[in-house]
């Protein structure tokens, strides 16, 4: 594994096969909160692709892990964080990749083949909501609490912001994350790339309750359901197969 600072900012992870398998480079993308190392490094993902002879690119996004808190509310938007995935692998010399992401992962994911058209090939979508999870955050309020003013009065955005703050110095990014998504909140209309996606949810995750609307928005897209809640399902045994799957020659 090699760690390196994007030109974008970004931390990225690469991994480098011993036996390459002529395939595409994967990118994997971590869920809000989390970070690369979390979420497909420690849970064994990206050494079993690379195992399996795939490059594997493992960013952290822009206010989570090693990478620097957006500027702006507008530089933490899924646009503009889908484009700064593409940026890194446009860094790289990378043209067609394969993606796999999770929840917050997933939800950018789904932006990429509009964000680099005709270059995402397979994609695993793991642990997608089909609406926007902060659209009833306070935004105000939440901000107000990282900065240790008042308990928001929203119990909602009092969760979120439990959430955030125990995150210590990286809560005030986090909280401009929340502002940026809020602000562009996912509402799938079609699916844009040229090979359907493949959803994985967790038998008991109550955050992909009503996925099949999303799921029939990609003609052809398969979903399979796995063991565990959400915060469970990436460190199973049965996610990782299904991506090594889905993502086979």
Known sequence: MREIQSRTGLAVRTFTPERPAGLPPVLLVHGFGSHGRQDWVATGIAAALADAGREVF?????????????ASAA?????????????????AGVTGFDVVGYSLGARLSWELPAAAPDRVGRTV????GPGEPFEAVDVPALHRAVAGDAEPADPFTAMIAGMIGAHGDRAAGLAVCVEGLRATPFAP????????????VGADDMMTRGIERVVALAEGAELVTVPGQHHEVLAGEAFRRTVLEALAG
């Open 75 to 91: 530089a933490a938007g899924a646009p503009a964080l889908a484009a700064e995935l593409v940026a890194v692998l446009d860094e």
């Open 125 to 128: 979508l793991g642990g997608l």
């Open 189 to 200: 209309r079609s699916w844009a790339g040229s090979t359907p996606p493949l959803f994985v």
């Open 58 to 70: 493992v960013p952290d996004l822009r206010g989570h892990g090693d990478s620097p808190a957006p």
